[in-house]
């Protein structure tokens, strides 16, 4: 094997990588959230709290690897780095916990899984993603992000039969029930998630065209959310109970969520898109669905349904196809340049955003 095709392999399995560390700090934080929600945390605060600690954790890298970069920003910068902040953390997050507090952690975490078709079509809309029909590779993406979609509808509206890991005594403690008009309302919170995640993968996309400095980018849009997310709150709830913070899981949280979840994730994402665009990030969702519905199960004794096994499996089948179809299609484009002549660069967002 030649030293051009290791290091290509080298680079896709870093950004599979990454991806996988993304999907284990996104259950983690479920998890957490899914229990100080249901003990009356009030969400934004929590969110308030989490930016202002994600924007802190960044800020080291951005004024040590990005120094210069405030000469860049342009208030066209500033106009996209709010719109950013608003659809990606104060919207997309804020509908989210509303939705997660309202049904559970797995429910909730499969209405995630639409975002790789929404955010598909999005990109075919504004023209960052081909379709390619006529490929043999755009039809795989089709196709996989058809199997995905449909796994996570499958593992959503099919219960099937009840599966118990462990021993239920042991999770009485920590087990959560919720009503069926908080689990209608809580969906219509985690579609409109849904929507909003979706946009946020397009407006970072072209974000990082006219300011490519990620750290910058994610520390000025914590700290632009943590003001949009102060606002509403403030409106909503200014009882001082509401805001307090005590030595607690809610606090765990908070710098979880801010430091993993919010800080290294949207760093993670945000260096994917630049080298894989804005559809390959959310494809790999489907592997957080898997996670937290078993971490569920053990941790606060839900039931594991049959639905959600064979959503599993066929959101597997669309996630590989899916990246298949999309590797192949990189090769392709790269290919065909390299034939032209004209100069490769397969790390800007330019590149990766035409495959």
């Known amino acids: 094997m030649g030293m051009g095709k290791v290091k290509k392999l080298f680079a896709s399995s870093e950004v599979a990588m990454a991806m996988l560390l993304v ?5 983690g934080l479920q998890i957490l959230s899914r ?24 800020a080291p890298f951005a004024f040590y690897f990005e120094r210069e970069i405030t000469k860049k920003l342009s208030w066209s910068v500033w106009f996209w ?29 499969s209405f995630l899984n639409l975002i790789p078709m929404v955010t598909f079509v999005f990109s075919v809309i504004t023209g960052i993603e ?40 042991l999770h009485h403690s920590v087990a959560l029930k919720t009503s069926m008009a908080h689990w209608v309302q809580g969906t219509f919170m985690l579609v409109g998630c849904c929507l909003s995640y979706s946009v946020w993968f397009v407006v970072q996309a072209q974000l990082l065209k006219i300011f490519p400095s990620k750290y910058w980018a994610i520390m000025l849009a914590c700290i632009i959310a943590s003001m949009q997310s102060a606002v509403i709150g403030l409106c909503l709830n200014r009882q001082k109970a509401a805001w307090s913070l005590g030595w607690n899981l809610q606090l765990i949280t908070i710098f979880y969520s801010g430091a993993l979840a919010t800080a290294a994730t949207f760093c993670l994402i945000s260096w994917v898109i630049a080298i894989r665009g804005p559809v390959y990030a959310p494809m790999f969702n489907p592997l957080s669905l898997i996670f937290v519905s078993i971490l569920e199960a053990l941790i606060l004794g839900a039931e594991l349904r049959l639905g959600m096994l064979l959503g599993t499996i ?10 298949w179809g999309k590797r192949k299609e990189m090769k392709s484009l790269l290919q065909a340049k390299n034939d032209t002549g004209s100069v490769v660069v397969p790390t800007t967002t330019d590149e990766s955003a035409v495959v």
């Open 130 to 169: 081909k379709l390619g029909l006529n490929t043999k590779a755009g039809k795989m993406k089709i196709l996989g992000a058809t199997f995905s979609v449909a796994g996570a509808l499958i593992a959503c509206l099919y219960e099937g039969k009840a599966l118990h890991i462990g021993h239920q005594g």
């Open 81 to 109: 780095l709010f719109l950013s902040a608003l659809t990606g953390i104060s919207m997309a997050m804020g509908l989210f916990y509303y939705g997660l507090r309202d049904t559970n952690a797995t429910y909730a975490i």
């Open 35 to 58: 229990v100080i929600l249901s003990q009356g945390t009030f969400i934004f605060a929590l969110m308030t709290y989490r930016n202002v600690v994600s924007a802190i954790c960044v």
């Open 314 to 323: 066929l959101i597997i089948v669309g996630l590989y196809s899916f990246l």
């Open 23 to 27: 999907q284990i700090f996104t259950t």
